[in-house]
């Protein structure tokens, strides 16, 4: 059986520049991916293209085993949402009305708006713990509550594959571990792009980039060493248990 999806040799140039180079990866299903690496090294370009938004130079993204530019922009957000960093809207639109476009891909001529719509769109702002701010005006929001608001139109869309381009921006560290806790126990395979590696140590695997390419893939315990966080990063590490959990924590030192 054909990966939900399933990157193959992916690369994106961009000025003459390799933007990403050779990435090739299989998502599990349920599965949460976590992608590592410093500013500029292609995260959010893989997730574009992952996303259907960017097409590949060479290589290809396939969606249950079908090159993705065969495929329908609907029948592509039927499967999969993406949230995105830089995600916006000028509409003088509610709360509630924003997060209910994340159904519009369920919709069509013969499929009218049911109460099936009014209770996904419900049980998504209780999810991000927005149902309380449902009608206020969306330009009133704070930015950790936009973020917040974007997520539940990616849950109120029902996708299987979910991809969240460093969802926990502009949150205040409740509403990061909130959002995580929530990504985690999501019954879909999760893609994440991070920066904080202890959010990272959340993920069943991770992919660290460097310059477009994969410098690591596997499970963050495994991958997320000392001498692999000096090299990419350009700091030293030092991984102790914490006190009382006994789970890993992360000391970090700038080099000189």
Do not use: Y
């Not at 690369?11 to 976590?34: H, K, N, T, Y």
């Not at 085993?65 to 592509?76: E, K, N, S």
């Not at 030092?238 to 006994?246: D, L, Q, S, V």
Request: aromatic share 2%; net charge positive.
């Amino acid at each position: 059986m054909s990966p939900l999806l399933e990157v193959v040799a992916a690369s994106r140039m961009a000025q003459g520049r390799a933007i990403v180079s050779d990435i090739s990866l299989r998502l599990q299903p349920g599965e949460m991916l976590g992608l590592l690496g410093p500013n500029g090294s292609g995260k959010s370009t893989l997730l574009g293209m992952m996303a259907g938004l960017i097409r590949p130079c060479r290589g290809q993204v396939r969606l249950k085993g079908l090159p993705m530019q065969a495929l329908r922009r609907r029948r592509i957000a039927q499967l999969l949402a993406l949230v995105a960093q830089s995600a916006e809207t000028a509409e003088r639109i509610t709360v509630r009305q924003a997060v209910e476009l994340g159904r519009i891909p369920r919709l069509g001529p013969l499929r009218p708006w049911r109460p099936r719509d009014d209770e996904a769109v419900a049980a998504a702002l209780k999810a991000v713990d927005m149902a309380h701010l449902a009608g206020r005006d969306w330009s009133s929001l704070s930015g950790g509550e936009r973020q917040r608001a974007h997520i539940a139109r990616a849950l109120a869309q029902a996708p299987r594959i979910l991809l969240l381009d460093e969802p926990t921006n502009h949150l205040d560290i409740h509403h990061q571990i909130a959002i995580l806790d929530l990504i985690a126990g999501l019954s879909v395979t999760t893609v994440v792009a991070l920066h904080d590696m202890h959010h990272a140590l959340r993920c069943d695997r991770v992919l660290v980039m460097r310059d477009g390419r994969c410098a690591a893939l596997g499970p963050p315990a495994q991958v997320l060493t000392p001498e692999l966080i000096r090299d990419i990063f350009a700091v030293k590490a030092e991984i102790i248990p914490h006190p009382r959990t006994g789970r890993p924590v992360f000391d970090f030192e700038r080099l000189c």
